[in-house]
């Protein structure tokens, strides 16, 4: 028995000591395999990750911002790193740095042991060069990550020199912000050279490093104090020496804000890319100066917006005489508390709102209308897709018949609409396009009569260089970042005649007056032209304008498409670019605006838009040549059936009595209708001498069409046939 006992024993210790061998060579097997080759040379990592150099107009270099892998250019060599910042480190980070092989077993006992004890991981005894190790070798926190860490950690330490991995560490260890190293980090928390910082803002360089959000200095300032005054205890210093250090300040850097170019780069980075160029140092348009105070503008306005839920916010300078962009700012960049900013606000499409109405009417007034032109600004019920809708004013006051100047000027919707139906949505499209607009691809009718109120959506940067053609009196060019990127020539898009008549009428307060009062924010004390639009449930708000040497763009909202708290483009971004505008004039002769010498000065009565007479109150009207009230050969457009719309629903109300009930058909504007035939499936029903019939309802599907005869003996117009369905 004791035999077979003894056996069985043997057999039991046989199979563990098999089942060891195997899962030892199992695991030796997997961590090989796991071990990832260091690089011959720890600079070349570094030099692998290098992008293109962006410096600014003046050749200060713009990515400092951590775009690029590694910190690539705020380096220092070993000896030129201060010695006190360099003991600090290693006795904060790994005091037995110099003389273990790779791994601190000792730390890593006594944190597991500490661990164990508090029931949670409350320390991680990775040596300085383990965590070089987790820089070349980014993976997740896991022990087996541990475990092949502390393999490479030893192999990096038998390929290069204690002082390699400390000077590489120092350059590359991560911070806030996505700052790297001790250079970017001084700068970043105290805004002065590493060479100027005095021991204790050296000792906060070190414990930092632990935990950047929790030491954060502008947040947790007691936590960095702590931390500071415990590595102070540590070090080897007499009584008077560790009496010093303490009774120095930390001279932090009193406002975060900073040019943060990422955004920017990100962008000329996919341009160049595009043009297939090599990488190098590439002299961009960019002022920082600028751009710091800007950015500083907008992030406080967001500031103060912050109680009416608005979060972003993005603002373009361009200098539209040479076509060059000075300044690219996004709310809040290079902020990690804050949301959504990592997204570039002048290259996301948002919808504009009333700001494309100065294209619409620039493209209205290239067909015909004038500045005198009469707009019914009345209560006006169009279709939308399936169903009706009923434009409304802002202010929801409605003004009668009003000049297209004052129209635009108080930014009025109706009077919009009834641009665009003029003008057709597909030529209106079609001129955006000719701005540069790519954002809005779809066919005209996604877009239909909304288009004059901005439905669509195209980005800041779009919009910017869509007004800088009127600045530049109809010329387009594409917006330029980079030195010598001026040479393209452009083509002209708008004659000057226009050009400088639309932004007269923008710049001039009279017209705008009525919905926006002789105070407003957009009377800025030089002449500018300016638009605010804002969109849909207050998503965006927009404030645009150029002045004789400069066209900006503003634009608020929220990146997550939230709500704003009724934030209007005037309430907002018109703030912002009245400050612009006042940094953009200082020192400098602001001139007015050009006014075309083609254009002709007439008098013409404000209630009809007729020349004036003895008997009509008057004022002063700018024409293009034979455009003059009398002088103009009326345009019928691109007369069409407004309603029904294609496909629309309808549904008898049951609370009306059938023989009650009825549907008004109606014509685009036309001043010079003689007669309209009106047709139901192929069979006339009525014909009348005005662009609209109230017809009964009855139920089925239904087909219309009008035959347009005009008083001016015009070639008469056939419509399109509308289908659509009365349930």
Not at 62 to 81: G, K, M, R, S
Not at 352 to 376: F, H, V
Not at 418 to 442: C, K, M, T
Not at 505 to 514: G, L, Q, V, W
Request: aromatic content about 10%; overall charge negative.
């Amino acid at each position: 028995m004791l035999k077979k006992l003894m056996r069985a024993r043997k057999k039991l210790a046989a199979g563990v000591a098999v089942t060891v061998t195997l899962s030892c060579a199992a695991l030796a097997g997997a961590t090989y395999f796991a071990i990832t080759p260091l690089p011959d040379d720890l600079s070349t990592v570094i030099a692998s990750a290098s992008k293109n150099t962006y410096l600014d107009r003046r050749g200060k270099r713009l990515n400092i911002t951590y775009e690029n892998e590694w910190n690539i250019y705020d380096v220092n060599d070993f000896h030129n790193i201060p010695e006190f910042l360099r003991r600090a480190f290693v006795l904060s980070e790994d005091k037995r740095f110099f003389s273990h092989g790779g791994v601190d077993w000792l730390a890593r006992l006594n944190a597991a042991r500490q661990n164990v004890m508090s029931g949670g991981v409350v320390r991680g005894a990775s040596t300085i060069s383990e965590q070089v190790v987790r820089m070349l070798h980014p993976r997740p926190r896991t022990p087996w990550a541990r475990w092949i860490e502390g393999f490479e950690a030893a192999n990096l330490e038998a390929q290069f020199s204690k002082v390699e991995i400390l000077e590489f560490y120092l350059n590359q260890v991560p911070y806030s912000a996505r700052r790297r190293g001790v250079i970017q980090a001084a700068q970043y928390y105290f805004g002065r050279d590493l060479s100027t910082l005095n021991y204790k803002e050296m000792l906060a360089l070190a414990v930092l490093v632990r935990s950047p959000r929790w030491l954060d200095p502008q947040r947790q300032l007691r936590n960095l104090n702590r931390a500071i005054d415990n590595l102070l205890d540590r070090l080897e210093l007499d009584d008077d020496e560790r009496a010093a250090i303490a009774a120095q300040s930390l001279e932090l850097q009193k406002s975060d804000i900073h040019y943060d170019l990422s955004h920017f780069i990100r962008f000329a980075e996919n341009r160049l890319n595009a043009q297939n160029l090599e990488n190098g140092a590439v002299y961009t348009t960019i002022d920082t100066e600028l751009q710091t105070k800007i950015q500083q503008t907008l992030d406080n306005r967001l500031d103060n917006l912050a109680s009416y839920r608005v979060q972003n916010g993005a603002v373009l300078v361009i200098d539209h005489e040479s076509n060059e962009i000075l300044s690219w700012v996004v709310g809040y960049a290079g902020r990690d508390d804050k949301p959504f900013n990592r997204i570039d606000a002048i290259t996301t499409p948002r919808q504009p709102g009333s700001t494309l109405k100065p294209l619409l009417y620039a493209s209205a007034i290239r067909k015909g209308w004038t500045a005198a032109t009469m707009l019914d600004d009345s209560p006006l019920q169009e279709s939308v897709g399936l169903g009706m809708h009923t434009y409304h004013n802002y202010s929801r006051g409605y003004y009668g018949r009003i000049s297209l100047r004052e129209a635009l000027g108080n930014s009025l919707n109706i009077p919009a609409v009834l641009a665009i139906q003029y003008v057709g949505p597909g030529e209106f499209l079609n001129f955006l396009h000719d701005l540069g607009v790519d954002s809005l691809s779809g066919h005209p009718n996604v877009y239909g009569d909304g288009l004059a109120l901005g439905n669509g959506e195209m980005t800041l940067f779009e919009l910017v260089q869509a007004y800088s053609v009127l600045a530049r009196m109809g010329d387009f060019r594409p917006l330029s970042f980079t030195e010598g990127g001026r040479g393209y020539q452009g083509h002209r898009v708008l004659s000057e005649d226009i050009s400088s008549l639309v932004a007269d009428i923008m710049s001039d307060p009279a017209a705008r007056e009525k919905e926006f009062g002789w105070d407003s924010v957009l009377n800025f004390p030089h002449q500018t032209a300016v638009k605010t639009g804002t969109s849909s449930d207050y998503r965006d708000a927009w404030s645009v304008g150029f002045n004789d040497k400069y066209t900006v763009g503003v634009w608020m909202g929220n990146l997550d498409y939230a709500e704003m708290n009724k934030v209007t483009g005037s309430m907002g971004p018109a703030y912002v670019l009245r400050s612009v505008f006042n940094e953009l004039n200082k020192n400098r002769e602001v001139k007015p605006l050009y006014l075309s010498s083609n254009l002709q000065k007439l008098s013409v009565c404000i209630t009809t838009g007729e020349l004036a007479d003895n008997g009509c109150e008057s004022r002063d009207e700018w024409f293009l040549p034979g455009t003059t009230p009398g002088d103009i050969n009326k345009d019928t457009g691109e007369v069409r059936i407004r309603k029904p719309s294609k496909g629309l629903l309808m549904a008898m109300d049951p609370r009306i009595p059938d023989e009650s009930e009825y549907f008004e058909f109606a014509l685009t504007e036309a001043d010079n209708i003689a007669s309209v035939k009106w047709f139901i499936n192929g069979q006339l029903i009525a014909t009348t001498d005005k662009p609209t019939y109230n017809w009964k309802l009855s139920k089925g599907d239904f087909s219309t069409r009008a035959e347009i005869a005009f008083t001016d003996g015009a070639q008469p117009v056939i419509t399109e046939e509308i289908q659509y369905r009365v349930n």
